[in-house]
């Protein structure tokens, strides 16, 4: 398991939404600092070559009411050349309306809102209820509906299915002990089981400040076949808990990435392992360079390797920041001390000789005049930046 390649000049995202779909990672919408959030406009769409490692930036040219508008928090999952995005909001409002994108065409195709039953406008759900089940022939979406209800300000913990074949919502009826109220985390989908961990814990199902939030380690699964929740005695080394982290599938064994933990102040970029049928956590330490602590990353598995890009963590100077701002606080004080990422970062879980010997030639500087032309446009892409946005200032 090595990190294999760091390239800046992506899209520059924060609590993007993006899925792989064959060899290319659809990326949708999100925050980036001192861009316009209140005025409505189309929402973005990237797109990262996972052989060339380029991203390009899609236009839209279609009617207003057929795509979704710029947004963060939102949610997407692909199912066959269609990729399903959900929820999220703008800084004036949230969306509960549903729409297709169809990477055939690069466009969206149609919307649909309120199929029968449809979840109420819930957000930040990035991170938070949207996952697959791999039953149904991969036909359903299974919702789960553990975020922030805006216009109740409150959070809930009901749970919906989408069939994507015949379009209907329903409402599904839980038994056993679900997971506490939170916002913020991951739901991950391994061979008929959801796995939710992670997130910022409301207890009272009410926010009221950082002080009541907390962040707990305990792993939850709902099975899908019996529609009931059961807490996961687990083993081994666990994650700290944490939000806002990623959660990915890799041959069968759920990991997860970074995060944020708003009781200690802490940013993470350690990497944990789950084993669905030894029920154990490892932490395991990738060779080369990583990412550096963030979170509000995207991680996307493309055959054996995974892409994760994008992100905020804090600002080098953070002091400095800190001590001009004395009269922001709470989470906008937090916001202001993070810088917004447009990196990109793979992690070849089953790196190859070939992979292996261009990471030497490059660490060593040796000369490259040598290699056939092949071998020198392999390693012109996994060291040119990308050109979507211009290299960060990093002292913000």
Known sequence: MLWTVE???????????????????????GYCTGENYRT??????????????????????????CVPFQRYGHTAVAFGHLVYVWGGRNDNRACSTLYCFDTSKCAHTHTHKDFMV?????WPNSEVFLGWTFSAALSMITCISSGYLEYMESYTQDVHTLNLRTMTWAFVRTSGQAPVYRDFHTATGVDGVMYVWGGREVKSGLYDSPEHEEYGS?????????SRWSVVHCSGCLPIGRRSHSAFVYRGQIY?????????????????RFDPMTRHWEEVEPLGKGPCPRRRQS???????MFMFGGTSPKDNVEEVTALEDDVYGEELTDRRLKDHNDLHVLDFEPSLKTLCLIQVQTLKLDTTWLPRELQALLEVMSMPNTITRPLNHTG
């Open 40 to 65: 409505i406009r189309n929402m973005d769409v990237h797109i990262l070559d996972t052989v060339t490692y380029r991203w390009k930036a899609i236009e839209i040219r279609q009617e207003r009411k």
């Open 218 to 226: 305990d792993l939850y699964a709902l099975d899908t076949t019996a």
């Open 256 to 272: 997860i990435f970074g995060g944020f933990n708003g009781r200690e102040e802490c940013h993470f970029n350690d990497l944990h």
């Open 299 to 305: 991680c996307c598995v493309v055959g054996s390797k």
């Open 118 to 122: 449809s979840p109420s406008c819930l």
């Open 7 to 29: 390239l800046e000049g992506g899209p520059q995202r924060v609590n993007h939404a993006a899925v792989p779909v064959g060899e290319k990672i659809y990326s949708f919408g």
